[in-house]
């Protein structure tokens, strides 16, 4: 499946701010749909996962409370929901695609994911 990221772009800290994945290539409801981010210097973490269409929301510890992930399935697009935006929220944010949905720690696992997009950034300034 080919995924396009997009939204990203420079908020204020307490912003919100709405991520698009647009997919396409093969069935979407059955995949497990997950967003990772990278600041700079770290490594690509984990922030939230649908399971699949009508599946569980998984979400990072950190983001857990303000950010949420929702799917439409007429576009096939998944959407993260990024709201009370912190500095520490500065990263590229990748969409990700799991065939055949995920369960519990295949979820959180970036190497259980078949295909990325190539990340949009989000700079969240103080």
């Known amino acids: 499946v080919q995924l396009q990221a997009s939204g990203g772009g420079v908020v204020q800290a307490g912003d919100s701010l709405r991520l698009s994945c647009a997919a396409s290539?093969?069935?979407?409801?059955?995949?497990?749909m997950g967003w990772f981010r990278q600041a700079p210097g770290k490594e690509r973490e984990f922030v939230g996962a649908s399971s699949w269409s009508g599946g569980s929301r998984y979400y990072a510890d950190s983001v857990k409370g303000r950010f949420t992930i929702s799917r439409d399935d007429a576009k096939t697009t998944v959407y993260l929901h990024m709201n009370s935006l912190k500095p520490e929220d500065t990263a590229v944010y990748y969409c990700a695609a799991q065939r055949f949905g995920c369960s519990d720690s295949g979820c959180f696992e970036r190497g259980e994911y078949d295909d990325w997009g190539q990340g949009t950034l989000v700079t969240v300034s103080s």
């Open positions: 290539g093969r069935t979407f409801s059955s995949d497990a």
